[in-house]
């Protein structure tokens, strides 16, 4: 791994732990700031929602800019985001911050994946592009049980605080390390007509319905095992911790999976996702079977993630980075949908004993739209095939 890339890398950290530890720490936010665990829950809402119409409107705003100034300035507007979170007094401020941190994800991610590509030499792009998942690997693994583990024993705020130091560093790091590579010279609007085609808007709402049960049982996993299942809050930053070492052998596996037939890995994965939802509410009530429950959603979480965003890289093929910065919108539009749908169903009287149910049937809609896209290629005149077009195209896992 070039030593070029640790700058990416840490600052793909920063934002991944900035975007996912509010999960690991809602039980503490509802308290210290006095609103309802479904109102906590909305801090994902609100940054997946941000995400889903800041990107796009970002990425066409910055199409122009030359790369290395560009990932400076969304890296100085994410960390006052994380700043403002910090020092945040009340609810309303937090959702400020968490906005201003989330306007600049989307675009922040894709010019990371094509910076790495360029950085490295003929015949490495592809491995360079992957290197940059270690980044939201460690934030599973490290980011979020440290915001656990900050939440219960300091203060919630530390872990923004700390994030905000560490994008610095990266802010220093890219500046000396990172190439300055000329903005790409196709346009946005050229990019954009990809996004004509039906296959393209098909498989996006297969990553936004996977997604939302994703992270309809990762916003409350942490309320569902301590307050369903009764597991002590001591353990919970352990179990994440474990949930994060899964996530890594997930993606690996997720990623063979999707080499060997992307339509075939993405039906099978998505499935295989709502059948351990369906386990997580029968293991729920029990302390040592729902934490074994979670790490195992964790695998089949980031098994299934490679394949949903090398489909939708390679219908959009001809469209990079508005394509990458799509597809995170993507998850982040299902990011909101599962984190607002699970609130609904903690405030239906049902609690969290349900989540996990919401979840299977999110994923399993997902998987259900997959099996209509491959039946209605299969009766369209012959075309290049997505695994055909996958060999070309750079996968970035989420």
Same mark, same amino acid.
């Given at each position: 791994?070039?030593? =070029? &890339?640790?700058?990416?890398?840490?600052?793909? +950290?920063?934002?991944?732990?900035?975007?996912?530890?509010?999960?690991? @720490?809602?039980?503490?936010?509802?308290?210290?700031l006095t609103v309802s665990l479904a109102t906590a829950g909305l /801090?994902?809402?609100?940054?997946?929602?941000?995400?889903?119409?800041?990107?796009?409107?970002?990425?066409?705003?910055?199409? =122009?800019?030359?790369?290395?100034?560009?990932?400076?300035?969304? /890296?100085?507007?994410?960390?006052?985001?994380?700043?403002?979170?910090? #020092?945040?007094?009340?609810?309303?401020?937090?959702?400020?911050?968490?906005?201003?941190?989330?306007?600049?994800?989307?675009?922040? @991610?894709?010019?990371?994946?094509?910076?790495?590509?360029?950085?490295?030499?003929?015949?490495?792009?592809?491995?360079?592009?992957?290197?940059?998942?270690?980044?939201?690997?460690?934030?599973?693994?490290?980011?979020?049980?440290?915001?656990?583990?900050?939440?219960?024993?300091?203060?919630?705020?530390?872990?923004?605080?700390?994030?905000?130091?560490?994008?610095?560093?990266?802010?220093?790091?890219?500046?000396?390390?990172?190439?300055?590579?000329?903005?790409?010279?196709?346009? $946005?609007?050229?990019?954009?007509?990809?996004?004509? =085609?039906?296959?393209?808007?098909?498989?996006?709402?297969?990553? *936004?319905?996977?997604?939302?049960?994703? +992270?309809?049982?990762?916003?409350?996993?942490?309320?569902?095992?301590?307050?369903?299942?009764?597991?002590?809050?001591?353990?919970?930053?352990?179990?994440?911790?474990?949930?994060?070492?899964?996530?890594?052998?997930?993606? &690996? #596996?997720?990623?063979?999976? $999707?080499?060997?037939?992307?339509?075939?890995? %993405?039906?099978?994965?998505?499935?295989?996702?709502?059948? %351990?939802?369906?386990?997580?509410? /029968? &293991?729920?009530?029990?302390? %040592?079977?729902?934490?074994?429950a979670i790490v195992l959603f964790s695998l089949a979480t980031f098994?299934?993630?490679?394949?949903?965003?090398?489909?939708?890289?390679?219908?959009?093929?001809?469209?990079?980075?508005?394509?990458?910065?799509?597809?995170?919108? $993507?998850?982040?539009?299902?990011?909101?949908?599962?984190?607002?749908?699970?609130?609904?169903?903690?405030?239906?009287?049902?609690?969290?004993?349900?989540?996990?149910?919401?979840?299977?049937?999110?994923?399993?809609?997902?998987? &259900? #739209?997959? /099996?209509? #896209?491959?039946?209605?290629?299969?009766?369209?005149?012959?075309?290049?095939?997505?695994?055909?077009?996958?060999?070309?195209?750079? *996968?970035?896992? =989420?």
């Amino acid at each position: 791994m070039s030593f =070029r &890339l640790i700058a990416l890398i840490l600052a793909i +950290f920063c934002v991944g732990t900035a975007e996912l530890s509010p999960s690991g @720490m809602l039980d503490d936010l509802s308290s210290d700031l006095t609103v309802s665990l479904a109102t906590a829950g909305l /801090l994902v809402t609100v940054y997946a929602l941000t995400m889903v119409v800041g990107g796009p409107l970002v990425t066409t705003l910055t199409t =122009r800019v030359r790369r290395k100034p560009l990932l400076v300035a969304l /890296l100085a507007v994410f960390i006052c985001g994380n700043v403002l979170c910090a #020092l945040a007094p009340d609810f309303y401020v937090l959702v400020a911050g968490r906005i201003l941190t989330a306007v600049v994800h989307g675009t922040f @991610m894709a010019v990371c994946v094509v910076t790495a590509g360029a950085m490295s030499g003929p015949g490495k792009e592809g491995a360079a592009v992957a290197a940059t998942q270690l980044g939201i690997n460690l934030a599973t693994v490290l980011g979020v049980p440290m915001g656990s583990f900050l939440a219960q024993h300091y203060d919630w705020r530390a872990s923004f605080a700390i994030v905000a130091v560490l994008a610095a560093v990266s802010v220093v790091l890219v500046v000396a390390w990172v190439p300055d590579t000329p903005a790409p010279q196709v346009t $946005a609007a050229h990019e954009a007509r990809v996004f004509r =085609r039906p296959e393209v808007w098909g498989t996006v709402a297969v990553t *936004v319905l996977c997604s939302g049960g994703m +992270f309809a049982l990762i916003t409350f996993m942490v309320p569902l095992m301590t307050g369903v299942g009764g597991l002590a809050r001591d353990w919970v930053p352990a179990v994440l911790l474990a949930y994060g070492v899964a996530s890594i052998v997930g993606s &690996l #596996l997720g990623g063979r999976f $999707a080499d060997r037939g992307i339509d075939r890995a %993405v039906v099978s994965l998505s499935w295989g996702l709502a059948a %351990v939802c369906v386990l997580v509410w /029968l &293991l729920a009530p029990h302390p %040592v079977g729902v934490a074994l429950a979670i790490v195992l959603f964790s695998l089949a979480t980031f098994a299934l993630i490679p394949g949903l965003q090398t489909k939708v890289l390679t219908e959009a093929a001809d469209a990079p980075t508005l394509s990458l910065t799509a597809n995170m919108s $993507a998850f982040g539009m299902g990011a909101a949908l599962g984190s607002w749908a699970g609130g609904l169903l903690v405030e239906s009287g049902s609690g969290t004993r349900v989540v996990p149910l919401g979840a299977a049937a999110l994923t399993a809609a997902g998987a &259900l #739209l997959l /099996l209509g #896209l491959r039946f209605t290629a299969r009766r369209s005149p012959a075309g290049p095939s997505p695994d055909a077009l996958a060999e070309s195209v750079p *996968v970035t896992k =989420r």
